[in-house]
């Protein structure tokens, strides 16, 4: 039987795999690799050195020089349980393979967005007014913890809105679909958020607008002191994040209490109805909504959140699950249908995409099953939303096909950076032939760690090898040859890369 948990299968691997795996970390494809190509090939991956997952390999890798040779029995016993996150890097295995292609178009969007001034802060509160609207700092994060931080992702804002969702699935967790949905609907309501106003049963409108957040919080362990009622929630935050306590922004809170007339009005109302639970304690129910919102967090953490979401529950970075799949699901359906304020349902057609926006200029992206984006930017449009978080959102699914229907019809001419499922050996081979004559050594390492053949020709005949040697791709070539490429195979003109290789004059 296999062991239970995979992390811990590093004998389970054949030798051939090890081989593999440690020529596919070798510089030139001799039988050593290094501290640095190592670490270069996780980063190019979005595995970071910071990574809480691999900080045993980290230290013991503090032992080496960047360039200095570690031979194969050394690289198997620093890899140890990492097997399968080094062979999943070496072979392009996760879930965005190219991830710092991806991350390259990010970075660029980040730049494009820097010269978007329209737009204010919010202002109800001075915390929030006072906030520099400057502020820019995009995180990512997929499913297998690869991630990417641009711009302001270590300043510390206040998640606002963006609780609405945890609260909702928390509700869902503790007490059930039924019992939530007794007490708040899910459709949009077409109004603002925190607008005075109930769905024709006498409940607020949906999880996603103040109402009904409040009705979820009254559900969250009611008979205990308001303290821990907190302490769990913000626990579940934790485990969400990877593992980092968020913080708490104390003069946020006083404020948002101190200026919260809307949102007693909204909580009167719910209890003149009759929409919270029997028993329920407003003023207790109102103080943990307003210590939900003033919850702080960086867009790195809220990325690894937003991830645990995609990941239907299960956080990236701990393997942890945190949520079940069917409150996920639920959360993340409403996220699409009401999370944007009254830009939902356009948000909904152009983006396609789940996300949660908060008034402190934070928007919560989901890609199901991909990624988590968190956008940090104070300024707000007229309906509340991010100006330069929607336009993020907007660019990235006119490049990438994460909207929602994109794969409805037609391929699109969006690029798909995610993993094809199964790669034919010929698609590996034809790969193989383009990178070499294109000299993509990274390219070429990856696709043979994947198992393509080197020996598979082109409808000419040609190999990789002949490509390489006929374009004097040297360090390409030499590299086939060291993993055993065949010189003297003839290609239909007759020609042997060894041949090729002496036209162009490179030496193997
Ligand atoms: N604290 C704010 C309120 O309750 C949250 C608003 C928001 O992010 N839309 O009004």
Redesign the pocket.
């Known amino acids: 039987m296999a062991p239970a948990n995979p992390a811990h299968q590093d004998e389970s691997i054949a030798m051939g795999d090890w081989r593999r795996l440690f020529l596919a970390f070798s510089p030139t494809g001799e039988p050593y690799t290094t501290k640095g190509d190592i670490l270069s090939i996780l980063s190019k991956n979005g595995i970071h050195k910071k990574d809480t997952r691999i900080q045993d390999l980290i230290e013991a890798l503090e032992a080496y020089t960047p360039k200095e040779p570690i031979d194969f029995e050394t690289f198997r016993s620093l890899a140890g349980r990492h097997v399968y996150l080094l062979q999943r890097a070496a072979q392009g295995g996760f879930i965005i393979p190219d991830f710092s292609g991806f991350t390259d178009h990010i970075a660029q969007i980040y730049q494009d967005l820097v010269s978007i001034n329209t737009g204010d802060v919010a202002r109800y509160i001075p915390q929030l007014a006072r906030v520099d609207p400057k502020y820019l700092g995009i995180s990512v994060c997929t499913v297998d913890g690869q991630t990417f931080d641009i711009g302001d992702t270590d300043v510390g804002f206040c998640v606002?809105?963006t609780c609405k969702p945890v609260t909702y699935c928390i509700a869902l967790e503790d007490v059930g679909e039924d019992k939530v949905h007794a007490h708040v609907g899910r459709e949009p309501s077409g109004q603002n958020?925190?607008a005075i106003t109930l769905n024709s049963k006498n409940l607020p409108h949906n999880p996603m607008i103040?109402a009904g957040s409040m009705v979820c919080a009254s559900l969250i362990r009611p008979q205990q002191p308001l303290a821990d009622r907190f302490d769990a929630i913000l626990s579940v935050w934790q485990r969400l994040c990877g593992g980092v306590r968020p913080g708490f922004n104390s003069a946020v809170y006083h404020s948002?209490k101190e200026t919260?007339d809307?949102?007693f009005a909204l909580a009167y109302f719910l209890k003149e109805v009759g929409a919270f639970p029997s028993g329920t304690d407003i003023h207790q129910t109102l103080d943990l909504?307003?210590q939900c919102?003033s919850i702080e967090v960086t867009t790195k953490a809220m990325a690894t959140l937003a991830a645990t979401f995609a990941g239907a529950g299960v956080c990236p970075m701990t393997g942890e699950r945190v949520l079940s799949p069917e409150s996920v699901k639920h959360g993340l359906s409403l996220m699409l249908s009401c999370g944007m304020?009254n830009f939902s349902g356009e948000f909904a057609f152009t983006v396609g995409l789940p996300a949660k926006s908060?008034?402190?200029g934070v928007i919560m992206l989901v890609v199901p099953g991909v990624m988590g984006i968190t956008i940090w930017s104070p300024r707000l449009d007229p309906l509340?939303n991010s100006v330069r978080g929607v336009a993020f959102c907007e660019k990235l699914v006119s490049l990438y096909n994460f909207h929602n229907f994109d794969g409805v019809g037609p391929a699109s001419e969006k690029t798909d950076p995610r993993l094809q499922a199964h790669q034919e050996k010929r698609y590996l081979a034809l790969s193989l032939i383009l990178a070499s004559s294109q000299g993509d050594l990274d390219e070429v390492k990856r696709l043979m760690a994947r198992g393509a053949s080197p020996d598979i020709p082109d409808y000419d005949g040609r190999t990789a090898l002949h490509l390489a040697a006929a374009e004097g791709r040297q360090e390409v070539a030499r590299y086939l040859c060291r993993l055993g490429a065949n010189l003297d195979v003839r290609d239909r003109f007759g020609r042997t890369p060894r041949e090729e290789a002496a036209a162009s004059g490179i030496t193997l």
Request: hydrophobic share 25%.
């Open positions: 606002q809105s958020f925190n103040n948002e919260a809307r949102n909504y307003f919102c304020y908060g008034i402190s509340g």
